[in-house]
C-alpha cells in the first residue's frame, strides 16, 4: 500500500492526469472524479476526465460534467502530448476489469494511482491507496486534497459532498465515521447547500422511473423466512417504461428496508447474454464473500457480480442457497 507521502508526490510531479473510474458509476465514482478533476485544475494540471458513457442524467447537475470525455482517439492524443509527463489515476474502482473495455488502454499509462475503498481490491496499479474502512473514495479524495495544501472551491465541494452522501445511503451505513461528518461539515462551510444536492439527486426522476419501480417491487420474492429479499428488472421492463437501467438506482434499498430482511438481491438482465446481481446486507452475512464465489466483489454490506448464459430464474436458484449458508 503507497504511503501519503507517495501518493502526493506522484501527483505534484505530473502536470498531465487521465482520471478513470468503474464502469456504471455510481455517485461516488462520478463525483470522486469530479471533485479530483476541479482540485488538479485548481492547481495548474491538465486532466483528461474519462468514461466510457457519457455521465447518467442523475448526476448532470455537477459542474464539470461537460468536461469528461468518452473518445479513445482523445484520450490517446493527450497521453501522446503528455511525453511522459503523466500520471493515471482511477477513483473508486476495486478491479482492473471494473475500468471497463478500455482499461488495458487506461493502465499502460505509467506511473498509475489507485484511489479507492472497496473491501475486496484487489491490488492494481503501481501506487495503490486502498482504505477499505472509508465512507467513499469522495472522503478519500477530500483528504487528499487537505494534505496536499488546496483549498476546496465550491464546486469541488458540491462533487465531493454528492459523492459521500450517496456512498453512504446519506450518512446511514456503518461506514459514516465522526471524519465522515468532518469532512462533510467542512464541504458545508465551503458553500455546499446539503438540501439543494439532495433535491437534485433524489427529488428529480422521470414518471417513468415510477412507473418501472412498480413493475420491479410487483415482481418481489421473498425467501428464507423473509430474510432474503429478491428483486428483478428485465430489458422489457425498461422499454415498456422508457426507462434506463440507470434509473434503477435505490431501488434495492426498499426491499432491504424491510424489518426481517438480512440481504436483498437485486437481478438485472444487463443484456441477451448476461446478468449482473447487486446485493445489500444488514447485520452480519457477508455479501463480498459470497459475491466472490461467483467471481464479484465488493464491500461486507455490499457487493456485486456477473453471469453469463444464465436466466435470472438460474442465477436466483444459485445464489439463494448461497446466501442461505452464509447467514447460517
Ligand atoms: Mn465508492
Known amino acids: 500500500m503507497a504511503t501519503p507521502e507517495q501518493v502526493q508526490a506522484a501527483i505534484q510531479q505530473a502536470d498531465n492526469l487521465v482520471l478513470a473510474t468503474h464502469i456504471n458509476p455510481d455517485g461516488d465514482a462520478i463525483g470522486s472524479l469530479l471533485g479530483m478533476m476541479h482540485i488538479l485544475q485548481g492547481m495548474g494540471k491538465k486532466v483528461f476526465a474519462y468514461l466510457e458513457e457519457p455521465v447518467s442524467p442523475l448526476y448532470r447537475f455537477l459542474t464539470g460534467c461537460g468536461h469528461i470525455q468518452t473518445d479513445l482517439g482523445a484520450l490517446a492524443d493527450f497521453v501522446d502530448k503528455a511525453q511522459g509527463n503523466i500520471l493515471g489515476v482511477a477513483l473508486d474502482c476495486g478491479d482492473r476489469q471494473r475500468l471497463g473495455k478500455n482499461g488495458p488502454h487506461l493502465l499502460q499509462i505509467q506511473p498509475f494511482l489507485v484511489i479507492d475503498h472497496h473491501q475486496g481490491n484487489n491490488g492494481f496499479g503501481g501506487i495503490a491507496w486502498v482504505e477499505p474502512g472509508r465512507s467513499s473514495t469522495g472522503e478519500m479524495v477530500y483528504d487528499l486534497a487537505r494534505s496536499l495544501g488546496r483549498e476546496i472551491t465550491t464546486e469541488a465541494a458540491e462533487c465531493l459532498y454528492a459523492a459521500i452522501t450517496t456512498d453512504t445511503g446519506s450518512f446511514k451505513y456503518e461506514s459514516t465515521s465522526a471524519h465522515t461528518m468532518q469532512v462533510v461539515s467542512d464541504l458545508i ?136 449458508q452464509a447467514m447460517a
Open 189 to 324: 462551510a465551503c458553500g455546499v447547500q446539503p438540501a439543494v444536492i439532495c433535491s437534485n439527486l433524489y427529488d428529480n426522476y422521470t414518471l417513468g422511473r415510477l412507473h418501472l419501480l412498480q413493475e420491479v417491487l410487483a415482481g418481489l420474492e421473498m425467501y428464507h423466512k423473509d430474510r432474503i429479499a429478491v428483486i428483478r428488472v428485465t430489458r422489457n421492463m425498461l422499454e415498456r417504461t422508457f426507462t434506463t437501467m440507470e434509473d434503477t438506482e435505490h431501488f434495492i434499498n426498499l426491499p432491504r428496508s424491510v424489518r426481517s430482511v438480512r440481504v436483498a438481491v437485486f437481478i438485472k438482465e444487463a443484456d441477451q447474454h448476461s446478468v449482473s446481481v447487486s446485493m445489500r446486507a444488514k447485520g452480519k452475512c457477508d455479501v463480498a464473500a459470497v459475491a466472490a464465489k461467483l467471481g464479484g466483489g465488493g464491500h461486507k454490506n455490499a457487493s456485486g457480480f456477473r453471469c453469463h448464459n444464465k436466466s435470472i430464474d438460474e442465477v436466483r436458484d444459485l445464489l439463494v442457497p448461497l446466501l442461505q
